[in-house]
């Protein structure tokens, strides 16, 4: 997936916002494979098991089994035909998930060649946060940021003022 581009804007600010909120003493559950994002966490002394590649809109096997306190998704949902039975089936009580925003210029995401990637929903910003709240969460705290591209034309243009992604940081709900 990271073949030919590496996000760092993206994940300067992921990283940013998970050390505001998540002690690296706390044992992380990243939704999705290892990543690069996976090794910068490690790196930056976060503890973090991850999911095995299992298809999470079937197998929540590795939410169910895991005891970690916190679980992250960085730009998972979005690939899920029904994330609201994932994240009603985490046990921690903290949430960092981020999202690619929706664009009103551009279509939904879709590699021709890789099936896995592929983006079902491209969420607005109060859809997600509708979602977390309907699978038991209550946001805390939220960041968006834009993802310009060094191209030229209307779209490229666009992405300098539009937003494309949105991380929150979230507290499993008291009363369930």
């Known amino acids: 997936m990271y073949e030919h581009t590496f996000p760092n804007k993206r ?7 998970l050390k505001k ?6 044992a992380i559950l990243d939704l999705g494979v290892e990543n690069p994002f996976s090794e ?8 973090v098991e991850n999911t095995k590649g299992e298809d999470l809109d079937l197998d929540f096997s590795s939410i169910i089994n895991s005891d970690a306190s916190v679980v992250t998704a960085f730009e998972i949902f979005e690939h899920l035909l029904a994330p609201l039975n994932a994240l009603s089936k985490i046990k ?5 998930a981020s999202i690619p925003l929706r664009l009103w210029f551009s279509p939904a995401y879709r590699s021709k060649t890789d099936p896995w990637d592929r983006h079902y929903h491209e969420f607005e910003d109060w859809q997600f946060d509708w979602l977390l709240e ?16 060094k191209k030229l034309g209307i779209r490229p243009i666009l992405r300098m003022f539009t ?13 369930r």
Do not use: C
């Open 134 to 149: 309907k699978a038991g969460w209550e946001i805390q705290d939220s960041k968006k940021w834009t993802h310009p591209v």
């Open 163 to 175: 937003p494309r992604y949105y991380i929150v940081y979230a507290t499993r709900k008291k009363s």
């Open 40 to 47: 910068i966490m490690r790196r930056e002394g976060y503890t």
């Open 92 to 96: 921690a009580d903290t949430l960092v």
């Open 11 to 17: 994940f300067q600010y992921t990283l940013e916002f």
């Open 21 to 26: 909120h998540i002690d690296p003493n706390e």
